[in-house]
């Protein structure tokens, strides 16, 4: 079984609009981030893995139907990517 790998903008519109959002209220961009994403074949496409990047930080996230939004501003408020 292979991997597929997405990027930003192949991630569904409700995800990224709300990703736009919680940028906007910590004073970023999207443009601030590099956004990736991984699904295994045959797994559901709410299982996939969501990777962040910015400056040298990494972080990835089950998506767990749009859960990675959550734990990725969970690490905004903990100033992990500063």
């Given at each position: 079984?292979g991997?597929?790998?997405?990027?930003y903008?192949?991630?569904?519109?409700?995800?990224?609009?709300?990703?736009?959002?919680?940028?906007?209220?910590?004073?970023?961009?999207?443009?601030h981030f590099?956004?990736?994403?991984?699904?295994?074949?045959?797994?559901?496409?709410?299982?996939?893995l969501?990777?962040?990047?910015?400056?040298?930080?990494?972080?990835s996230?089950?998506?767990?139907?749009?859960?990675?939004?959550?734990?990725?501003?969970?690490?905004?408020t903990?100033?992990?990517?500063?």
């Amino acid at each position: 079984m292979g991997t597929t790998l997405f990027r930003y903008t192949d991630l569904p519109i409700g995800d990224r609009a709300a990703f736009e959002l919680v940028c906007a209220r910590h004073g970023y961009a999207p443009v601030h981030f590099d956004i990736s994403a991984s699904a295994k074949a045959g797994e559901p496409a709410h299982e996939r893995l969501v990777t962040v990047r910015r400056a040298g930080w990494t972080q990835s996230y089950r998506d767990l139907h749009g859960q990675w939004i959550r734990q990725f501003e969970a690490d905004l408020t903990c100033r992990f990517f500063k």
